[in-house]
């Protein structure tokens, strides 16, 4: 009785919000007299890039305005710092849009669909996720072709979703939220259901294709046998480079202390069990990776190990972390360390996590001290193809990712306030949908404006 008197009393308070911030307020958007060139924002997040590797991000991100966007969440939550917000916080994904969603095994070997990019995670207004969602499902629907009409119900319904999902988390208990996960079988049955038959079948054949791609498969894909029986990572520069080809073979002593050191930073941060599990395995070679379009410049590590028992590889990854581009808006976290602040936000809001997920501060090859967070390279990796859906594919994706999200907040934030604030209407999707509008045309223009200085 008095949880459920406890949750009427927030859900009263988040319906209480709409007469300092209307729901409908959402929808405007206007840029600042003194909004910065978004070159001039972008050079600020790559300088303490690896050179060479910057102008790889800008290939990247002038793609098409979806593939700026997905580079440009700096320059969005600059934007969104003085938006409308009910002042409620849940713990942020940070960069939110459609394409950081996707599959993965947890570690009782089951696939599931989560969030799986938490570069920017930090507390922060719940409401600037659900923003950066709308307007990437917006901009993917333009570059689909999908007509105006149409793109507002794909948002419209992804936003639905959110709210949706929200009321739905609002009454669960603690511990049904924080077990609730989307599994494989959700999906298929959301694509059986929205898309068809045979639609369905070339999701559920994604999805068997994903479980193969592991460690095993990572081997043949990126390494080599040499003739004196020590694997290798295979270089493929830029975007591979072992680590022997950035350092001269006279500092091999120096980078054996360092790839040491790196190890112990990282195990220090794992459970006993788990430093149990690393203890297990034996590091062989290390490699230089380009990330995704927003990671590119940052150092990213790739370290293959071996099991000392059978042999068996081992992939994972170290990738830099470095402060949340939503920190100057949304204020600074908890955590001084960025690979713990990345680590503690993923396990936070993620239903399932990596077993081998950590952190780590440790001086670089340069000699420069950075913070990293680890995980697994590939374990059953699965990414939508976004670049072939149709509208109602995307409709369908985009209604799977609002409710992830929603799950997401709730777990993190006060989820009985928030879906007051939603409540039953359709206020609130009725305003993203202008917003992801309006934002999406600020990015085109922000494209352009990018491509005129490269």
């Known amino acids: 009785m008095v949880t459920k008197t406890r949750a009427r009393e927030r859900a009263a308070y988040g319906k209480s919000l709409r007469a300092e911030v209307p729901r409908s307020a959402h929808a405007a958007w206007d840029p600042a007299p003194d909004r910065a060139h978004p070159a001039d924002l972008l050079a600020g997040e790559t300088s303490d890039a690896v050179p060479e590797l910057v102008p790889i991000r800008y290939e990247r991100m002038l793609q098409s305005p979806f593939t700026f966007f997905r580079g440009a969440a700096g320059i969005m939550a600059a934007d969104l710092a003085d938006s409308p917000a009910t002042g409620l916080k849940a713990q942020l994904c940070g960069d939110a849009h459609l394409a950081n969603f996707g599959g993965f095994a947890t570690p009782e070997r089951d696939l599931v669909f989560d969030l799986n990019d ?59 939220l924080w077990y609730s996960r989307t599994t494989a079988t959700d999906i298929e049955a959301l694509a059986r259901e929205r898309l068809g038959s045979d639609a369905a079948k070339r999701v559920v054949a994604r999805m068997l294709k994903a479980r193969g791609k592991d460690s095993k498969r990572a081997f043949g894909k990126l390494a080599v046998t040499s003739n004196g029986g020590r694997p290798r990572i295979t270089a493929d520069p830029p975007l591979l480079v072992p680590v022997d080809d950035l350092l001269p073979a006279a500092e091999a002593e120096r980078l054996e202390t360092w790839t040491a050191k790196l190890l112990r930073g990282y195990r220090t941060s794992l459970p006993h069990a788990q430093k149990h599990l690393v203890d297990s395995y034996e590091l062989v070679d290390m490699a230089r990776k380009v990330g995704g379009i927003g990671s590119v410049g940052t150092r990213c590590w790739v370290l293959l190990l071996l099991g000392r028992k059978h042999g068996e590889p081992l992939f994972l990854q170290a990738k830099e972390a470095q402060r949340s581009v939503v920190e100057p808006y949304a204020g600074k976290g908890r955590f001084d360390n960025q690979g713990q602040r990345v680590v503690e936000g993923q396990r936070l809001i993620q239903g399932a996590s990596d077993v081998f997920l950590g952190w780590l501060r440790t001086p670089g090859i340069d000699g420069v001290t950075r913070d990293f967070y680890v995980r697994q390279l590939w374990d059953w990796k699965l990414s939508a193809a976004i670049d072939e859906m149709n509208a109602e594919g995307l409709a369908a994706y985009g209604e799977l990712c609002g409710a992830v999200l929603a799950r997401a907040h709730a777990r993190s934030g006060d989820a009985s306030a928030i879906a007051g604030y939603l409540g039953s209407g359709r206020g609130f999707e009725t305003a993203l949908a202008e917003f992801a509008a309006a934002y999406a045309d600020q990015t085109e223009l922000d494209y352009s404006a990018l491509k005129d200085t490269r």
Not at 127 to 139: F, H, I, N, Q, Y
Not at 159 to 174: D, H, I, K, L
């Open 118 to 176: 938490f570069d920017e995670t930090l507390p922060g207004p719940w409401e600037w996720d659900v923003k950066r969602l709308a307007t990437s499902l917006e901009l993917a629907g333009r570059e689909r072709g999908a007509g105006r009409s149409r793109r507002t119900a794909i948002v419209s319904g992804t936003v639905e979703s959110y709210r949706r999902s929200m009321r739905r988390f609002a009454e669960m208990t603690t511990l049904d």
